[in-house]
């Protein structure tokens, strides 16, 4: 059957953002809200395969219907001349289906000629927050805000200091505006960590972990009613609980079971299948990559803890890695800044990213 529901690869919308209700619904709830308003700042932060891209590509369609323009980069070098360029173009696709509001705006306001195109002297006079202010009051003649979606934020870069500071200017303003930032938890750290984006601590901070098996699993069964695939309630728990709530893995398992299934069924033989290959691409996409950054003793601790069937305690790492205190609390801050493990009780830790125990076993 060819796979037209799951979308197995970083930087795509899935058919359904599953288990996320709660954070898509408070950032959406924020641009609804005042000016300034705490939610309308979001920082979502998680380890690969977590679905953060997805949640941004979410929360641009949703953003769309309350009359925000959606203007979505990703953090390098060249964002701020993006952030411009993508705001002119969306605003015009925004104008373009909309007469009204195409009518509506002035026809000769400061620094601009047709619509959203700047003056050949505002090009060259004026940068990145004075235009970013005129496209926000222009665009606020016709009622509309703009959505910033930064995706893959990993530096405290001059331009990273320049959107966080231009961002609280024009707050401060009561400009119609709103962001949202994407990245891995190190990175994000980092930024936060940085004097001049201090502001961004009061931005809400969503840390994305595993989604309720449960809830994979009711999708699941939807999915495959929709295509009329018989599966038996057996194999639907099996491989629901076999992406153990994370988003990625819950595409690639997905992908395959529509890969696999046999004369419109999914039987046990095919489950399987379908898992053991979907295991095999996360070795590749995730579990590669999240390890390579890390020093050899931050592998030496990982290991220790892969040696325990669940959470860990501090102790018992000391102990095999025959360290002190000081040295395990360091690398328990690098691991968990890098959202390689997370804190789950007083003195304990566990593997934050699924299966990853397991490819660490057996890379022993």
């Given at each position: 059957m060819q796979d037209t529901v799951f979308r197995p690869a970083f930087g795509t919308r899935p058919d359904r953002i599953v288990g996320r209700d709660a954070e898509i619904g408070a950032f959406v709830d924020g641009l609804a809200d005042r000016v300034g308003a705490r939610d309308r700042a979001t920082l979502f932060l998680g380890q690969r395969?977590?679905?953060?891209?997805?949640?941004?590509?979410?929360?641009?369609?949703?953003?769309?219907?309350?009359?925000?323009?959606?203007?979505?980069?990703?953090?390098?070098?060249?964002?701020?001349?993006?952030?411009?360029?993508?705001?002119q173009i969306e605003g015009e696709t925004f104008l373009g289906r909309d007469r009204h509001r195409l009518a509506g705006l002035s026809a000769n306001a400061f620094g601009f000629g047709v619509r959203l195109t700047f003056e050949q002297s505002v090009r060259e006079a004026y940068g990145f927050r004075v235009k970013l202010s005129l496209l926000l009051d222009r665009l606020a003649e016709v009622g509309l805000g703009v959505l910033l979606l930064v995706d893959e934020v990993r530096s405290t870069s001059p331009e990273m200091r320049a959107l966080a500071t231009t961002y609280q200017h024009l707050v401060g303003e009561e400009k119609n505006i709103a962001i949202a930032m994407a990245g891995l938890p190190?990175?994000?750290?980092?930024?936060?960590?940085?004097?001049?984006?201090?502001f961004l601590n009061r931005a809400r901070q969503v840390r994305l972990g595993p989604v309720p098996v449960p809830e994979?699993?009711?999708?699941?069964?939807?999915?495959?009613?929709?295509?009329?695939?018989?599966?038996?309630?057996?194999?639907?728990?099996?491989?629901?609980?076999?992406?153990?709530?994370?988003?990625y893995l819950l595409q690639l398992v997905g992908h395959y079971l529509l890969l696999y299934e046999r004369d419109g069924a999914i039987d046990g033989e095919v489950a399987a299948a379908a898992v053991e290959s979907a295991l095999e691409d996360l070795e590749e996409t995730v579990f590669r990559p999240a390890l390579a950054p890390l020093s050899p003793k931050d592998r030496q601790f990982l290991d220790a803890m892969a040696e325990d069937e669940g959470p860990s305690r501090v102790d018992a790492i000391r102990e095999r890695m025959g360290v002190s205190s000081r040295y395990v609390q360091t690398y328990r801050r690098r691991l968990i800044d890098?959202?390689?493990?997370?804190?789950?009780?007083?003195?304990t830790l566990d593997i934050a990213i699924p299966y990853l125990r397991d490819y660490l076993r057996d890379e022993l």
């Open positions: 395969g977590m679905g953060k891209t997805a949640l941004l590509l979410d929360v641009e369609e949703r953003a769309r219907a309350l009359d925000f323009v959606p203007v979505r980069v990703t953090a390098s070098e060249t964002m701020l001349e993006e952030i411009i360029e993508t705001a190190a990175a994000i750290s980092s930024v936060l960590d940085d004097e001049v984006l201090t994979v699993e009711a999708y699941y069964a939807e999915v495959f009613e929709r295509l009329s695939l018989t599966v038996h309630p057996r194999e639907l728990r099996s491989v629901a609980h076999a992406t153990r709530g994370f988003p890098a959202g390689v493990i997370n804190p789950v009780g007083r003195g």
